[in-house]
């Protein structure tokens, strides 16, 4: 079974600095893709940034880049120049090829102007 | 931007009644899916649908639940007897699958909170 653990229920960042969510998981699978989400307060998840196993180098996407440590499971997220947006709970999520996402329980981040 | 639209957004019922919640997926999309969340646990999946047939679904997804797309645009997800555990956020996602890979990206509803009492 997948399994997917944010240990970092709750997390704050003063503005314009930076802050990185934790995320690790477990799979037997060799295939497979990561995710962040972040879900604002009352708006729908939206992607921020998703890594195929496969790849070495870590994704980026503007001010978020990922450590993808594929031997540990591990894949964390980094948030830089935090902005007061960015306040949100963040998802890790965990998919094998399948229909399937497996989420973890989430990480509130609030950004404190 | 086109994007997933739920309804309701909280429904309250009594245990034992049924409950539809409707989404509408983005129209160019092929998969959907239905995952959950009880108040401070995970996102949890509980059924995806694709081809007008469910393609994967969870052992959350029992007999008491069943999803249909009637008319080409919604989505519906139907609990049969409600029971107080139901009591959660459901979220409606669709995602587009490319020839090569699945793109990986879901996009989701805002979600439809059901309070069973």
């Known amino acids: 079974a997948q399994t997917v653990t944010q240990s970092q229920p709750e997390m704050s960042v003063q503005e314009a600095e930076t802050v990185t969510l934790s995320c690790t998981y477990d799979t037997s699978e060799n295939n497979y893709y990561l995710f962040w989400y972040k879900q604002p307060p009352s708006r729908q998840m939206i992607l921020v940034i998703r890594?195929?196993?496969?790849?070495?180098q870590n994704a980026t996407e503007n001010r978020f880049s990922v450590n993808f440590q594929k031997a540990a499971k591990s894949f964390s997220l980094k948030i830089s120049d935090s902005q007061l947006g960015d306040t949100a709970m963040y998802f890790c999520a965990f998919m094998k090829g399948g229909n399937q996402f497996y989420f973890g329980t989430g990480t509130s981040l609030t950004v404190i102007p | 931007e086109p994007e997933v639209t739920q309804t309701p957004s909280h429904q309250v019922t009594q245990m034992g009644q049924e409950v539809i919640l409707r989404c509408v997926p983005i129209?160019?999309?092929?998969?959907f899916y239905w995952y959950r969340q009880i108040l401070g646990q995970k996102v949890e999946f509980l059924v995806s649908f694709y081809n007008n047939e469910i393609s994967e679904k969870s052992e959350i997804f029992d007999d008491q639940f069943s999803v249909e797309r009637p008319d080409g645009s919604n989505f519906t997800l139907k609990i049969r007897s409600t029971k107080l555990e139901d009591s959660a956020m459901y979220f409606c996602?669709?995602?587009?699958?490319?020839?090569?890979?699945?793109?990986?990206?879901?996009?989701f509803g805002e979600g439809s909170r059901l309070t069973v009492l």
């Open positions: 129209s160019n999309h092929l998969y």
């Open positions: 996602a669709s995602s587009v699958r490319t020839q090569a890979k699945h793109t990986g990206e879901l996009f």
């Open positions: 890594q195929e196993a496969y790849k070495q």
